[in-house]
């Protein structure tokens, strides 16, 4: 008998405001890139290692569209139909550098960050923007030119952002035999 492997990724939101009251909670599914799966191929089979990865905001100013072909540096270079949140927008690590998972134990396929969900505190500069979605890549530097886009995961709806606003991600990916 054959299998065959499918791998699946989600995202939980949980969007509060500064007086900590809950805007939304959505469960939205994520889109592996080539890339990514390419890389996990590498790091499986080949000669790459990542051991952590990184949380980006993708901005909704400009947005059009994500596509599986979409990698690293076409975002770095500003080439894709869609771009990261400024930094400066939310606090984190000084605001130069994206957020890192901290993945708990895989268990039954599953893998994610449930024990250390991931919580983006954002700026009075970021009152009256957008949030469109999160992008997960192996590169915690915004200004660094290399890189892996595993996955996006773009919300139902794009989050209005108020200063004090905070979103709460849990990004879960699975392995399974079909």
């Known amino acids: 008998m054959k299998s065959r492997i ?7 939101v949980l969007h509060f405001d500064r007086h900590d009251r809950l805007k939304s909670d959505e469960v939205v599914p994520n889109e592996a890139k080539d890339e990514g ?8 089979f080949g000669t790459q290692s990542v051991f952590t990865w990184f949380m980006g905001i993708i901005d909704n100013a400009g947005f059009v569209s994500v596509a599986t072909d979409d990698t690293y540096l076409q975002l770095q270079a500003d080439a894709l139909n869609w771009d990261e949140l400024d930094p400066d927008n939310y606090n984190f690590v000084g605001n130069t550098n994206r957020q890192a998972i901290s993945f708990d134990a895989a268990v039954a396929g599953r893998i994610a960050n449930d024990l250390s969900p991931l ?16 992008f997960i890549t192996d590169t915690q530097g915004v200004a660094d030119n290399s890189g892996f886009l595993w996955a996006t995961a773009l919300f139902g709806v794009a989050k209005q952002l108020e200063d004090g606003d ?5 990004y879960e990916t699975t392995q399974a035999r079909v």
């Open 6 to 12: 499918k791998q699946k990724g989600q995202l939980r």
């Open 37 to 44: 799966l390419n890389f996990l191929l590498d790091v499986v």
């Open 119 to 134: 919580t983006f505190v954002m700026t009075v500069s970021a009152a009256g923007k957008e949030a469109k979605g999160i």
């Open 166 to 170: 905070r979103l709460v991600l849990t």
